[in-house]
Nanobody
Framework: QVQLVESGGGLVQPGGSLRLSCAAS????????MGWYRQAPGKQRESVAA???????NYADSVKGRFTISRDNAKNTVYLQMNSLKPEDTAVYYC????????????WGQGTQVTVSS
């Protein structure tokens, strides 16, 4: 069973930066794509960023230019660098993985809290 473990969340002031990490228990090459989602209190979970096995990336409009998703295949880890953080970025951030041939993300981490507040 694949396990995804997020880390790197915390409390940061507006304008600050955080880097989230998602460590997979197996090779991330086995996944077609990996992504980051977030869910704020009272809101639906939303996609933040994704990266394919080939390195293609896409981002939600709300984070374009501020967040960067990357992967380190040797470490089986995906990162989310978050800069210029805003209070509206406050949420629980989840890492997810999608198998080849699947349209849904089938594996999820436990989430890490990001709070942007002064």
């Amino acid at each position: 069973q694949v396990q995804l473990v997020e880390s790197g969340g915390g409390l940061v002031q507006p304008g600050g930066s955080l880097r989230l990490s998602c460590a997979a228990s197996g090779s991330i090459f086995s996944f077609n794509a990996m992504g980051w989602y977030r869910q704020a209190p009272g809101k639906q979970r939303e996609s933040v960023a994704a990266i394919t096995s080939g390195g293609s990336t896409n981002y939600a409009d709300s984070v374009k230019g501020r967040f960067t998703i990357s992967r380190d295949n040797a470490k089986n880890t995906v990162y989310l660098q978050m800069n210029s953080l805003k209070p509206e970025d406050t949420a629980v951030y989840y890492c997810a993985a999608r198998n080849y041939g699947s349209i849904r993300y089938g594996y999820w981490g436990q989430g890490t809290q990001v709070t942007v507040s002064s």
